[in-house]
Nanobody, 124 residues
Framework: QVQLVESGGGLVQAGGSLRLSCAASGRTFTSAVMGWFRRAPGKEREFVGAISWGGRITKYSPSLKGRFTISRDNAKNTVYLQMNGLKPEDTAVYYC?????????????????WGQGTQVTVSS
């Protein structure tokens, strides 16, 4: 059974940092694109960023680029989301996703595998 399990969420003050992890099991995702999405209260799930299988290509939501960084460790079958300078508007449930060949990395419909999400709450 394929599973993506996020961890590292929690409560942090504005300006702080968190690093989310997404551990994959059930198969290897070394050749897959790994993405991060988030859903804020009352809003649709939105693209945060994604990383290619080799880690050399990353794409980010323009509004988040510079504060968020995605990386991956294929030996551990894990992808990370480093979030710095957190703001209250970053409060959301964060999801990781995986797909072997997504057409549009920014589209949640392109990803076949999803984690259950981890809550990030940023206090002002």
């Amino acid at each position: 059974q394929v599973q993506l399990v996020e961890s590292g969420g929690g409560l942090v003050q504005a300006g702080g940092s968190l690093r989310l992890s997404c551990a994959a099991s059930g198969r290897t995702f070394t050749s897959a694109v790994m993405g991060w999405f988030r859903r804020a209260p009352g809003k649709e799930r939105e693209f945060v960023g994604a990383i290619s299988w080799g880690g050399r290509i990353t794409k980010y939501s323009p509004s988040l680029k510079g504060r968020f960084t995605i990386s991956r460790d294929n030996a551990k079958n894990t992808v990370y989301l480093q979030m710095n300078g957190l703001k209250p508007e970053d409060t959301a449930v964060y999801y990781c996703a995986a797909d072997d060949n997504p057409g549009d990395w920014r589209s949640l419909n392109e990803y076949d595998y999803w984690g259950q999400g981890t809550q990030v709450t940023v206090s002002s």
